[in-house]
């Protein structure tokens, strides 16, 4: 079974960019599609981004393209997402999901019953 332990969140100022993380314990993620989702207060957890581990294909929620980055690091079993361009509607708590198989289409949008395997979540609040 696989543990997500999500890390790197906190208080940055409209601008700004942060860089969250999300390491997998108790297997490798060679064969699970892992997301990021975030919700924000009073508002239900929305998608922001995925990574395929196998292969390395991304899917971003079409709102947020251009300010994410994730990606994947083998080595050390986890994966990144660095947001930059920071807004105030950012703010929320971000949370790490994982489930099996591969992304088979680049314009996939992901829901919260996707996914399998959640992490604890860590606070972004962005500043104005």
């Known amino acids: 079974q696989v543990q997500l332990v999500e890390s790197g969140g906190g208080l940055v100022q409209a601008g700004g960019s942060l860089r969250l993380s999300c390491a997998a314990s108790?297997?490798?993620?060679?064969?699970?599609?892992i997301g990021w989702f975030r919700q924000a207060p009073g508002k239900e957890r929305e998608f922001v981004v995925a990574i395929a581990w196998s292969d390395g294909i991304t899917v971003t929620a079409e709102s947020l393209k251009g300010r994410l980055t994730i990606s994947r690091d083998s080595a050390k079993n986890t994966v990144y997402l660095q947001m930059s361009s920071l807004k105030p509607e950012d703010t929320a708590i971000y949370y790490c999901?994982?489930?099996?198989?591969?992304?088979?289409?680049?314009?996939?949008?992901?829901?919260?019953?996707?996914?399998?395997?959640w992490g604890q979540g860590t606070q972004v609040t962005v500043s104005s």
């Open positions: 999901a994982a489930r099996l198989g591969r992304i088979y289409n680049s314009n996939t949008y992901y829901y919260t019953g996707d996914f399998d395997i």
């Open positions: 108790g297997r490798t993620f060679s064969r699970y599609t």
